[in-house]
Every structure is written in C-alpha cells, then in structure tokens.
C-alpha cells in the first residue's frame, strides 16, 4: 500500500472553509469515501469511518494531551 503524505495546509482550507463532515454527511453532500453511512432513521444517523479514527486534537474540549499528574 503506497503512503500519501498528509497535507496539513489543504485540511486546514478545508475544515475552516466549508461545514463540519458529520453536517455534510447528514445533508449528503460529503465527498470523501471514509465514512459509510450504515444505518438512519427520521432522526438518527449511524456511520462508519475507514482509515484513521475521527479523534479531536487532545487540546479541544477541555482534553489534556497526557496523564495527570
């Protein structure tokens, strides 16, 4: 399996510039192929997600980025 190398500047653009995956995903309108929408009803939504895991940067939400001390 041939390794792409991240592009940091291009996700920034993109996360910044248009609405969050999930609200894409909901209005189907998400472009990417890594979520697979599994199972939904008038007011839930179930999906997958391929590759690397949907994990916010330890530093959103109040998460810190190692073990308490």
């Known amino acids: 399996m ?6 940091l500047t291009a996700y920034e653009r993109r996360v910044r510039s ?5 609200c894409a ?3 189907g309108t998400h472009d990417s192929d890594l979520e ?3 199972a939904e009803d ?3 939504i179930a999906f997958l997600r391929s590759g690397s ?10 998460l810190s980025s190692g073990p308490s001390r």
């Not at 041939?2 to 592009?7: A, C, G, H, L």
């Not at 248009?18 to 999930?22: L, S």
């Not at 895991?53 to 109040?62: E, T």
């Open 2 to 7: 041939e390794r792409i190398p991240f592009d």
């Open 25 to 27: 995903i909901v209005a």
């Open 36 to 38: 697979q929408v599994i």
């Open 42 to 44: 008038e007011e839930n």
């Open 18 to 22: 248009g609405p969050c995956f999930v």
């Open 53 to 62: 895991p949907a994990v916010p940067p330890p530093d959103r939400f109040g």
